[in-house]
């Protein structure tokens, strides 16, 4: 057996993406809309329970598949740590016990407290490594792109859940690093997404996480100034609803590329978008606001449909876990 694993090019998982983690966020992503959407139209399914075990044991088998790749190809895990591009990705891997800790505030709140302080303590050491990286090593804005929000947009998922009840300054505290560097990063990858080179074809889906922070944001800041929805709040989601009807309206052209793992970055975004739009009918009531958010919904079921048909298609036609 050990010598199968060490001869890599005879086994697949040696070159495992770590972009598998965007899926497994997607179904938690995923159980966080459900759940919200259980709890705004008050349906009473507990469906997104389901979802989550579900994103639960798919984070282990991908987690576990990770950790057979470190054995196997350490060299490449190294590669993909220092990546431009792919080592956005391993923020995802312990997000999972956010999404945990957000999920289990209403049943169980010591478990829930215990996946959230495993969390902030992965989340602030990463997130120093990747400042440091950010500020020592010299960046190619040619390598910029959405992908680059990752990194610290979960900072300000803290106050969804955690302001309300306890841990309020450290909410603050992630969330100022949020709202800070995405200001300044949004500008910056704007500027490299129109004024340089078009993305990588395998790149051009991440455009979707534009839709993301300005819905966190939207949520976040409201809870944490007393759930008053004040007009720039207003402005905040109807800007993330703005760079959705920009995106999709290019559906012609998302739609003709061919597929990769990158394509998991339009679910997460819509998860957010979603909920936003869920949490925003349930503060204000607006008629529209509600049909919206069950549009939203039906699309992010239609998403993880065709996002699990494609990489089901790509498995079978062994195009994953190859070497780039």
């Known amino acids: 057996m050990f010598e ?44 997104s329970y389901y979802i989550l075990i579900f994103a639960l044991l798919f984070f282990i088998v991908v987690s576990l598949a990770y950790i057979l790749k470190i054995f196997i190809n350490f060299s490449d895990v190294k590669s993909d740590f220092s990546h431009p591009v792919k080592s956005n ?43 440091r990286r950010w500020i020592v090593q010299p960046m190619d804005l040619i390598s910029m792109n959405p992908l680059w929000f990752l990194p ?21 505290f992630f969330y100022s690093i949020w709202m800070i560097m995405w200001f300044l990063l949004f500008w910056i990858i704007l500027n490299r997404v129109i004024f340089h080179n078009p993305l990588p074809q395998k790149l051009i889906p991440t455009l979707f996480i534009f839709v993301a922070p300005p819905s966190v944001w939207f949520m976040s800041t409201t809870i944490l100034n007393d759930w ?6 207003k402005i905040l989601y109807y800007f993330s609803l703005f760079m959705f009807v920009i995106i999709i309206s290019k559906i012609n052209i998302l739609s003709k590329l061919k597929f990769f793992m990158s394509w998991w970055a339009y ?14 009918y349930y ?12 549009l939203f919904y039906i699309i992010l079921i239609i998403m993880i449909l065709l996002l699990t048909y494609n990489t089901i298609i790509w498995a079978k036609n062994k195009e994953l876990c190859v070497k780039e």
């Not at 610290?152 to 603050?172: D, K, Q, R, T």
């Not at 008053?228 to 709040?233: A, K, P």
Request: glycine residues 2%; aromatic residues 26%; contains cysteine.
């Open 283 to 294: 503060k204000t009531w607006i008629e529209f606001i509600y049909y919206l958010g069950i």
């Open 4 to 47: 199968f694993i060490k001869k890599k090019d005879n086994c697949r998982l040696a070159y495992f993406n770590i972009a598998f983690y965007a899926a497994v966020m997607w179904f938690g992503g995923l159980a966080l809309a459900t759940h919200k959407l259980e709890q705004v139209y008050e349906l009473d399914y507990n469906i």
């Open 228 to 233: 008053i929805i004040t007009d720039f709040w």
């Open 152 to 172: 610290i947009v979960w900072n300000m998922l803290v106050p969804l859940a955690w302001a309300p009840l306890w841990f309020v300054e450290l909410s603050w």
């Open 89 to 131: 990705f391993f923020p995802w891997i312990w997000k999972i016990f956010l999404i945990f800790s957000i999920w289990f505030l209403s049943i169980n709140q010591t478990l829930a407290t215990y996946f959230f302080i495993i969390w902030v303590i992965i989340q602030s050491i990463f997130t120093i490594i990747i400042f």
């Open 267 to 280: 679910s997460f975004p819509m998860a957010i978008l979603t909920s936003s739009t869920m949490f925003f």
